[in-house]
């Protein structure tokens, strides 16, 4: 059973607007969430993250929303522009030991 | 230039010919880690290791062997490659504290015929 689910495959916004994407884990002792993006053949890298202290966190126009009694995640990009087309994957911090992924979510920003 | 780097970028192999990935990276990153991308199923991790000799299991570790005899090294082996080992394959390193990022290699496109 997939501990971070991620429900959408695929997402398209039209550029400027706002694009939201969803995660949901299952472990509430979960300590620290992380968004990766992955460009085609490229490696994932590193977005934003949220300790499970806190339940926004910010940067530039990423924001992440983690509500821990629901156990969802939420990453929010406005305004959405093109080259933020890319697939996101939501991620777990297991204690720093091992690391969980979602499926990630394909998010295509419309010109 | 920091980065994680991965060879080969591309293999195609046979059944039952064992091969090795090989992962470097120059940050002096304690932790090091292998996962695998599969559509449908995102990344999952295979091995990581949290020191030199230190090595545990991740998610999906059944058919990988790996070893971590440097700081900057961490080979993913694999003795008798299947089909079902064909896939996309990452390394990634993080550094200790409370650095949660990881940074990834390019990836290895695995073929297994």
């Known amino acids: 059973d997939q501990q971070v689910k991620q429900n959408s495959p695929s997402l398209s916004v039209q550029e400027g607007r706002i694009s939201i994407l969803n995660c949901d884990y299952t472990?509430?002792?979960?300590?620290?969430f992380l968004w990766y993006k992955k460009y085609p053949a490229e490696g994932p890298t590193f977005l934003i993250s949220?300790?499970?202290?806190?339940d926004k966190n910010e940067d530039g126009r990423f924001t992440v929303f983690l509500n821990k009694s629901a156990k969802h995640l939420s990453l929010h990009i406005v305004p959405s522009q093109p080259g933020d087309s890319a697939v996101y994957f939501c991620a777990v911090d297991n204690y720093g030991q091992n690391f969980v992924f979602g499926p990630g979510t394909r998010l295509s920003v419309l010109p | 230039e920091a980065q994680v780097t991965q060879n080969p970028r591309y293999l195609i192999t046979v059944t039952g010919k064992k091969l090795t990935v090989t992962c470097s990276q120059n940050m002096n990153h304690e932790y090091m880690s292998w996962y695998r991308q599969d559509p449908g199923l995102g990344l999952r991790q295979i091995y990581y290791s949290m020191n030199v000799e230190v090595t545990d299991k991740g998610d999906v570790p059944e058919g990988y062997k790996v070893s971590r005899k440097e700081k900057r090294n961490f080979p993913l082996i694999l003795e008798s490659p299947s089909p079902n080992q064909t896939s996309l394959y990452f390394c990634?390193?993080?550094?200790?504290?409370?650095?949660?990022?990881?940074?990834f290699g390019p990836g290895t496109r695995l073929t297994v015929t």
């Open positions: 990634a390193s993080r550094g200790g504290g409370s650095s949660y990022e990881q940074y």
């Open positions: 472990n509430s002792m979960f300590d620290y």
């Open positions: 949220i300790s499970s202290i806190k």
